[in-house]
Structures are given as C-alpha cells and as structure tokens.
C-alpha cells in the first residue's frame, strides 16, 4: 500500500500552482488516504466520483492552460513532452509524494508519459483511453459528457465527431490512431485549440500499431462495458 505526505485537506476546497509566472486553480475532491492527482478536465471527472471514491482517495483535479480563462498565448509551442514536464511541476508543488495518476481519453496517454518520468507515481487510471470503441463504450461516455460538459466541450467535441464521420474503418490501427492523434486534443479544452498545436503535441509519441491494433479493436471491443464497469465498482470503489 501507499500514501502521501501531503497534508490532510478539506473536502471539496481550492488550491493553487504557479507556471510560467501563472496562477492555475487545482480543485480538491475527498478525503481518503491515497492521493489521486486527475490531469486534464480537471472539472469534469470529479463529478463522476462516488462517495466511496472520495472516501478511498484524494483527488487534485486541474485542467491547466486547457481551460479558456487560463489558455496559452502561444499554445502552439506545446509538445506532449512539455505538457507531462508541467504536470509532474504542478504534483511536486502540490508536494505529491506518492500518488496516482488519473487521465481521461487522451490524457490517458498524457498520464502514461507523467509515469514515465516521475518516481512518485505508484499507479495509473486511464479511463476510456483507447482510438476505437464499440457501441455500449459511446453510449456511456456520450451519456455522461452530455449531462456533464460544459458549452465550449461540447461545441469542440461536435467538430471532432464530423471529422470521426471521414473514417470508414474504425477499427484499423493506422487509421484510427492517425485521426486520434490529430483531433482528440481539440477535445482537452473548453476553447478551439488550432491543428498547428496539435501537430506539436503529439510529435515524437509514436504508438505500437501491433498492440494498439491487438488491444483496441480486437481484446477491448469484446469487453462488456457494464460488466467491466460493475467490476471496477469493486476494485476503484466507483
């Protein structure tokens, strides 16, 4: 088992880190003894959380420069190894000793690249982090973005989904992880972030075709979803 030296907190308050000479607000959920540091959509995924989540971890949520009133001047100068530098900035100001890391889609793939880099991290939640879903994996998740999203989520993400329109085989590794990879991060903000900076942040990630292709459209598709979920219920304590 782990722990964390941080010290003990109230629930739900307020916290803040500085980067760059910027102040960015990190929100804090529950009181349990293990420390949870969720990266991106810091205030979408907390309201998912259950009370015996909250009761289990301590989760510091911030979405960073991804939220339209602490957006970048020149977000175009961001790499995915930039982006995981900052966080791992953010978890030593928040004197995170042990913790895990939680991203949602995208920065699934975000909080892998923290873990590589950061000795403090004991364990890594990827929640819906894969380029092909079957049926019951988009009803979930658009059943839970649509109730709790905000406007400019939801403005982005219908952009994103006319471009999901152009991809005959979903579940072709190329194929899906060339549109993941180019259109996901428009996803990460509450404002439209330009194809410039996306080509910048996801440079040098290069995913395994194989795997990816092995994983996400043969072993995950055939997972089924409420079946898994009612499982991590159990395991997370959802």
């Given at each position: ?151 400019g989520r939801k403005a ?7 471009h999901y329109e152009l ?43 194989v795997i990816v292709n ?25």
């Amino acid at each position: 088992m782990f722990s964390s030296s941080t010290s003990p907190l109230k629930k739900n308050s307020i916290q803040t880190v500085s980067l760059n000479h910027q102040k960015y607000p990190v929100r804090v959920e529950g009181y349990g003894p293990f420390v949870c540091f969720s990266i991106g959509t810091g205030t979408l995924i907390p309201n998912m959380l259950s009370e015996r989540f909250k009761e289990t971890f301590t989760v510091y949520a911030t979405d960073l420069y991804w939220d339209q009133d602490y957006k970048l001047p020149h977000p175009e100068t961001l790499t995915i190894e930039q982006i995981a530098l900052d966080l791992q900035f953010v978890a030593q100001q928040l004197e995170l000793k042990k913790y895990i890391i939680m991203g949602h889609s995208c920065f699934g793939i975000v909080a892998l690249e923290v873990a590589k880099r950061d000795p403090h991290v004991q364990g890594v939640m990827m929640i819906a982090s894969c380029p092909a879903w079957n049926e019951e994996t988009w009803k979930f998740t658009k059943d839970y973005f649509d109730k709790h999203a905000d406007a400019g989520r939801k403005a982005n993400n219908e952009k994103r989904h006319a471009h999901y329109e152009l991809v005959k085989k979903p579940t072709d590794s190329e194929i899906s992880l060339t549109v993941y990879t180019r259109d996901s991060a428009k996803y990460w903000a509450n404002y439209e972030i330009d194809d410039k900076t996306i080509e910048n942040v996801w440079r040098g990630l290069v995913p395994d075709d194989v795997i990816v292709n092995h994983f996400f459209a043969r072993f995950y598709p055939s997972i089924p979803l409420r079946t898994a979920l009612r499982k991590s219920a159990v395991l997370f304590c959802f």
